[in-house]
T-cell receptor, first 113, second 115 residues
């Protein structure tokens, strides 16, 4: 079965630094890899996705990389702010049917002022 | 504003009772989903529906039931057969129609606690 691991349950960084979150997966490679943000007691919110044939994707202070050889995606937040504190989820998207998303357990990021 | 509305936000249930969680969307999305979220675990799919009057079991459907009588609505019933129902339940929708990425829009969630 598909296994998705996010590097750690929690990550603390100083404000202004770059946060790097890791998503590793086993077995088959997804067609897409998605990243979501979840605040406590709320539903996840989609941030961005990267296709299997893309190496890097950027959106404002966010950057995602995708290495299908390593079976890994890295999610970077540059110039981090306390408002970036949240749990970040990665999701593998097979696109072979509606039951095609597999979510990681998430990494809880805390940005310290 | 377009979005997904889940209700109630918090729900307490006695053992042996069935409860129904509401999910309504005004995004005109075809597909709707129910996930369960427990601490330390990824989101687990309970049921999903790609079209009105049709739905499929996800990975953990036992003890749950759904209906899809309208495109906008996808209620989830947690039955007394669900052995460990205390969890955070998330409803989601997407425009997914079989190709391309399946990006989900989530509701705010419903927290069910069994007393």
């Amino acid at each position: 079965s598909q296994k998705i691991e996010q590097n750690s349950e929690a990550l603390n960084i100083q404000e202004g630094k770059t946060a790097t979150l890791t998503c590793n997966y086993t077995n088959y490679s997804p067609a897409y890899l998605q990243w979501y943000r979840q605040d406590p007691g709320r539903g996840p919110v989609f941030l961005l996705l990267i296709r299997e044939n893309e190496k890097e994707k950027r959106k404002e202070r966010l950057k995602v990389t995708f290495d299908t050889t390593l079976k890994q995606s890295l999610f970077h937040i540059t110039a981090s702010q306390p408002a970036d504190s949240a749990t970040y989820l990665c999701a593998l998207d097979k696109t072979a049917g509606a039951n095609n998303l597999f979510f990681g357990t998430g990494t809880r990021l805390t940005v310290i002022p | 504003d377009g979005g997904i509305t889940q209700s109630p936000k918090y729900l307490f249930r006695k053992e042996g009772q069935n409860v129904t969680l509401s999910c309504e969307q005004n995004l005109n999305h075809d597909a709707m989903y129910w996930y369960r979220q427990d601490p330390g675990q990824g989101l687990r799919l309970i049921y999903y529906s790609q079209i009105v009057n049709d739905f499929q079991k996800g990975d953990i459907a036992e003890g749950y039931s759904v209906s899809r009588e309208k495109k906008e609505s996808f209620p989830l019933t947690v039955t007394s057969a669900q052995k460990n129902p205390t969890a955070f339940y998330l409803c989601a929708s997407s425009i997914y129609r079989g190709t391309g990425a399946n990006v989900l829009t989530f509701g705010a969630g419903s927290r069910l606690t069994v007393l």
